[in-house]
């Protein structure tokens, strides 16, 4: 067997949400790890959102930041608008992506979505990672003594 025999390792989707930095970047840093090619990915999805929508503000906070996470990664960030599902079906697809790690968000419509979405991946034998980022104790760690959440 020759070296252009062996079979490239499939890439890790990185699937940058509200954490649009290299440094300190669980998801980013895990992918580096895996010795695997990385595809970095951000999805405005304002289907989902619904009420949750960002407004002029938040829009104008994103294009700067993304347009610097852009840079960052030598002009690699993928851009893309839509249903987080079905962007990230069609970049594994095109890529053909093993993988997709994220940082989890915890806004109740992120949340439904993101179980979907891990459920459907996981059936289509897609490794699925999430990582906290942004939390010290993540909602299920902090509870009251009788186990119910705090309010």
Known sequence: MTLSDKKKPSPVIVWFRQDLRLRD?????DAHKSGRPILPLYILDDGNSGEWKM???S?????????SLHRDLRDRLCLARGDSRTVLMEQ???SGAGAVYW?????P???AC????EKDLGSMGIEVKGFNASL???????????????K
């Open 59 to 67: 829009r104008w906070w994103l294009h700067k930041s993304l347009k």
């Open 114 to 117: 993101d179980a979907a979405i």
């Open 109 to 111: 419509w992120r949340t």
């Open 25 to 29: 970047n669980p998801a980013l840093i």
């Open 55 to 57: 407004g002029a503000a």
């Open 103 to 107: 940082n989890r968000c915890y806004e």
């Open 136 to 150: 010290l104790f993540e909602p299920p760690e902090t509870v009251k003594k009788d186990g119910t959440p705090y």
């Open 92 to 94: 594994i697809k095109t």
